[in-house]
């Protein structure tokens, strides 16, 4: 399974920022020493074209020449800085290539050990997100994929995407950015007092209260794919991005929710089984996790890449068959 890495590009933190930037590269470091099938790229950077598919050539242009205001900043998270933007830009550009390869390539399954940056808007960024990079990229596979249909506009039947937001925060920049575009579904599973305090109204939103289990968590989440597979029954999605956020464990500092790492596996594994059946291409990307343990973090997101490995291994031998 191919997965692409960008943490090279170190931000200047600093001293005491809750932000965990390590763990981008303990996790790059993990598969190298057990790759266990996973094949890693690093990542590139992202074009200013492609970032204006779902961002406002002002905002682009702001974040890029250095000129967002110190409010812009404070509500990213993040002091400007060089090294800010190339991470950002190759936070993108890693979703983008592992969508590629997942959709395009024909792979079925492909992963960014980071991303997930879904507090993004079209005009801002927001809870350590810069540029939506799930945002873009839906947007791009749908250009390209068109093209690579080779039929004439008036015939060419659209990608229909949907996005499984799995982060123990709504995916507010996503639901925003495709409120009005029937052509992409967005579905999140979040904490219901948690950040954003102002939800935005994705497709489908469930809502969990604090101390939340893994019982009632995966409930949840079989009766919203449900949902997904009744509603978008007449226009299946042919591209899917999965956040794999791991910030829903029950020792995350900023979670509230309850699983076990158990809890996480298993609703990787109904996710992944649930895209499967479907032959629904999949980008997946880590999203949060801030755990009190970094090593605990770094553990979980690497069994989501060694679950969404063993979903690729599937349809390679479904395809084979």
Same mark, same amino acid.
């Given at each position: 399974?191919?997965?692409?890495?960008s943490?090279?590009?170190v931000?200047?933190l600093?001293p005491g920022?809750?932000?965990?930037?390590g763990?981008?590269?303990l996790?790059? #470091?993990?598969?190298?020493?057990?790759?266990?099938?996973i094949?890693?790229?690093?990542a590139?950077?992202?074009t200013?074209? #492609?970032?204006?598919?779902?961002?406002e050539?002002?905002w682009?242009?702001?974040v890029v020449?250095?000129?967002? %205001?110190?409010q812009?900043?404070?509500e990213?998270g993040?002091p *400007?800085s060089e090294?800010?933007?190339? &991470?950002?830009?190759r936070s993108?550009g890693?979703?983008?290539e592992?969508?590629?390869?997942?959709?395009?390539?024909g792979?079925?399954?492909?992963?960014n050990?980071?991303g997930g940056?879904?507090?993004a !808007?079209?005009?801002? $960024?927001?809870?350590y997100c810069?540029?939506?990079? @799930?945002?873009?990229?839906?947007?791009?596979m749908?250009? #390209?994929w068109?093209?690579a249909?080779?039929?004439?506009?008036?015939?060419a039947?659209?990608?229909r995407?949907i996005?499984?937001d799995?982060?123990?925060h709504q995916?507010?920049?996503?639901?925003?950015?495709?409120?009005?575009?029937?052509?992409?579904f967005?579905?999140?599973?979040?904490? =219901?007092?948690?950040?954003?305090?102002?939800?935005?109204? %994705?497709?489908?939103d469930?809502?969990? +209260?604090?101390?939340?289990r893994?019982?009632? !968590?995966?409930? =949840?989440?079989?009766? $919203?794919l449900? =949902?997904?597979?009744q509603?978008? +029954?007449?226009t299946?999605?042919g591209?899917?991005? !999965?956040l794999?956020?791991?910030?829903?464990?029950?020792?995350?500092?900023?979670?509230?929710?309850?699983?076990?790492?158990?809890?996480?596996?298993?609703r990787?594994?109904v996710?992944f089984?649930?895209?499967?059946?479907?032959?629904?291409?999949?980008? @997946?990307s880590?999203?949060g996790? !801030?755990?009190?343990?970094?090593?605990?973090t770094?553990?979980i997101?690497? &069994?989501?890449l060694?679950?969404?490995?063993a979903? *690729?291994s599937?349809?390679?031998?479904? %395809? &084979?068959?």
């Amino acid at each position: 399974m191919r997965a692409f890495h960008s943490d090279h590009f170190v931000l200047p933190l600093p001293p005491g920022h809750r932000f965990p930037m390590g763990k981008y590269r303990l996790l790059r #470091e993990s598969c190298e020493a057990d790759p266990g099938g996973i094949v890693l790229s690093e990542a590139p950077a992202a074009t200013d074209g #492609e970032l204006a598919l779902a961002h406002e050539p002002a905002w682009i242009d702001a974040v890029v020449g250095g000129t967002t %205001s110190l409010q812009e900043q404070r509500e990213i998270g993040f002091p *400007w800085s060089e090294r800010m933007v190339e &991470r950002a830009r190759r936070s993108v550009g890693a979703t983008i290539e592992a969508a590629r390869v997942a959709l395009l390539a024909g792979d079925g399954v492909a992963a960014n050990l980071a991303g997930g940056t879904h507090h993004a !808007y079209a005009h801002r $960024g927001s809870g350590y997100c810069v540029f939506n990079d @799930v945002a873009v990229a839906a947007r791009l596979m749908q250009a #390209e994929w068109h093209r690579a249909t080779g039929r004439p506009a008036a015939t060419a039947r659209q990608l229909r995407v949907i996005v499984i937001d799995l982060d123990v925060h709504q995916g507010n920049g996503t639901a925003s950015i495709f409120r009005d575009d029937p052509s992409v579904f967005t579905f999140s599973v979040h904490g =219901a007092r948690n950040f954003p305090f102002r939800k935005e109204a %994705s497709d489908l939103d469930i809502e969990l +209260a604090d101390g939340c289990r893994d019982e009632e !968590y995966l409930r =949840a989440l079989g009766d $919203g794919l449900q =949902a997904c597979a009744q509603r978008t +029954a007449s226009t299946p999605p042919g591209l899917a991005f !999965y956040l794999a956020g791991a910030d829903p464990h029950e020792n995350d500092r900023l979670g509230r929710l309850r699983l076990s790492q158990d809890g996480l596996a298993e609703r990787d594994r109904v996710v992944f089984e649930w895209l499967r059946k479907r032959r629904i291409p999949v980008a @997946v990307s880590m999203a949060g996790g !801030y755990g009190r343990d970094i090593a605990t973090t770094v553990a979980i997101h690497r &069994r989501t890449l060694a679950l969404a490995c063993a979903s *690729w291994s599937s349809w390679q031998a479904e %395809s &084979r068959g």
